[in-house]
């Protein structure tokens, strides 16, 4: 598979396209998240679907960029709510510069993103921006039911997985669309690779959470982060759904601390292996990556390339990319 190309020419378009701009007070914290090291998985995603379609890589450049300025938009306003230290293992641009900063900056990441499908014309652009804009809007009311979350104890599995849907795997389906979109590709072809992108984006997502407790210190984020931060993950909810009554209460009154204790990330762990939750989660992993590769068999292009979109998904869940 061509992964590496494909991320070296992305990586080559996206110092091209951030030519340095003023103010720098403006510009300088993009510059910054735009070049921490990282996988750069839904622009690859993004060139692999145009390159698999029949399209050619370098139009999906300008899209593959808009899907990663928008990702990171994403990253520094979710890292702001959250009061997040690290990002990729480095300062978060809140932290690093200031909270007005890092609002102001990840609106201009926004705009930019949105700026650059202005190089499509016609019935693409129109296509482009429609997915862009549905998107975007869904990534924004999945990161307030990752909020509501937070302050409440009524939420169940079912309403998770429709949260991290929304804030995380319709981004990964949308990169893959836009790339079938560039390459002119059918309807039907469209909506499996979308269908594809969708499962594997929470198949990751729930893998991401997994790591967050269970993934130790090498993550690149603030280990059991998801703890600290009380956040109603998969889990957490599963846990409390097996849990007895008096184990119940004690996971809900740990999750009403505040305070950083390592004590309350230990006994909480504790917890989540106590009700076998850890295998759970796998199981649920393995499920939805499973779904993803099913659409693969649907899609209208050549045997040898579905190979490479299920080796993609193996990879990817694995953390070989």
């Given at each position: 598979?061509?992964?590496?190309?494909?991320?070296?020419?992305?990586?080559?378009?996206?110092?091209?396209?951030?030519?340095?701009?003023?103010?720098?007070?403006?510009?300088?914290?993009?510059?910054?998240?735009?070049?921490?090291?990282?996988?750069?998985?839904?622009?690859?995603?993004?060139?692999?679907?145009?390159?698999?379609?029949?399209?050619?890589?370098?139009?999906?450049?300008?899209?593959?960029?808009?899907?990663?300025?928008?990702?990171?938009?994403?990253?520094?306003?979710?890292?702001?709510?959250?009061?997040?230290?690290?990002?990729?293992?480095?300062?978060?641009?809140?932290?690093?510069?200031?909270?007005?900063?890092?609002?102001?900056?990840?609106?201009?990441?926004?705009?930019?993103?949105?700026?650059?499908?202005?190089?499509?014309?016609?019935?693409?652009?129109?296509?482009?921006?429609?997915?862009?804009?549905?998107?975007?809007?869904?990534?924004?009311?999945?990161?307030?039911?990752?909020?509501?979350?937070?302050?409440?104890?009524?939420?169940?599995?079912?309403?998770?997985?429709?949260?991290?849907?929304?804030?995380?795997?319709?981004?990964?389906?949308?990169?893959?669309?836009?790339?079938?979109?560039?390459?002119?590709?059918?309807?039907?072809?469209?909506?499996?690779?979308?269908?594809?992108?969708?499962?594997?984006?929470?198949?990751?997502?729930?893998?991401?959470?997994?790591?967050?407790?269970?993934?130790?210190?090498?993550?690149?984020?603030?280990?059991?982060?998801?703890?600290?931060?009380?956040?109603?993950?998969?889990?957490?909810?599963?846990?409390?759904?097996?849990?007895?009554?008096?184990?119940?209460?004690?996971?809900?009154?740990?999750?009403?601390?505040?305070?950083?204790?390592?004590?309350?990330?230990?006994?909480?762990?504790?917890?989540?292996?106590?009700?076998?939750?850890?295998?759970?989660?796998?199981?649920?992993?393995?499920r939805y990556t499973l779904k993803a590769t099913l659409h693969i068999d649907n899609l209208?292009?050549?045997?040898?390339?579905?190979?490479?979109?299920?080796?993609?998904?193996?990879?990817?869940?694995?953390?070989?990319?």
């Amino acid at each position: 598979m061509k992964l590496n190309i494909y991320k070296a020419d992305f990586l080559n378009h996206l110092k091209k396209r951030l030519l340095k701009k003023r103010p720098e007070g403006l510009y300088n914290p993009i510059y910054y998240i735009l070049n921490l090291e990282g996988k750069r998985i839904r622009p690859i995603l993004t060139l692999m679907s145009c390159d698999l379609f029949g399209g050619k890589i370098t139009n999906a450049l300008d899209a593959a960029l808009a899907v990663e300025m928008f990702h990171n938009f994403s990253l520094i306003h979710d890292d702001i709510m959250d009061d997040a230290p690290l990002r990729r293992g480095a300062i978060t641009v809140h932290e690093k510069w200031s909270l007005n900063t890092g609002i102001l900056s990840g609106d201009a990441l926004l705009v930019w993103a949105k700026q650059l499908l202005e190089s499509y014309d016609g019935e693409q652009y129109k296509s482009l921006n429609t997915l862009f804009t549905k998107t975007a809007l869904e990534v924004c009311e999945g990161q307030q039911y990752d909020f509501d979350f937070e302050t409440t104890f009524d939420v169940n599995v079912e309403q998770y997985i429709n949260m991290i849907t929304l804030k995380t795997a319709v981004l990964v389906a949308a990169s893959l669309k836009f790339g079938a979109i560039i390459a002119s590709a059918s309807q039907k072809d469209s909506e499996h690779i979308y269908n594809y992108g969708l499962n594997l984006g929470i198949a990751f997502q729930l893998q991401d959470d997994y790591l967050d407790v269970f993934g130790g210190d090498n993550f690149g984020k603030q280990k059991a982060g998801d703890i600290i931060e009380n956040k109603k993950t998969f889990l957490f909810l599963k846990t409390l759904e097996l849990a007895n009554e008096k184990d119940s209460e004690k996971l809900i009154e740990l999750y009403k601390t505040k305070v950083f204790s390592e004590e309350k990330v230990n006994e909480v762990t504790l917890l989540f292996e106590e009700y076998k939750t850890p295998q759970l989660i796998e199981e649920e992993i393995r499920r939805y990556t499973l779904k993803a590769t099913l659409h693969i068999d649907n899609l209208s292009i050549e045997k040898n390339k579905k190979e490479l979109l299920k080796d993609f998904a193996k990879q990817l869940m694995n953390r070989e990319i």
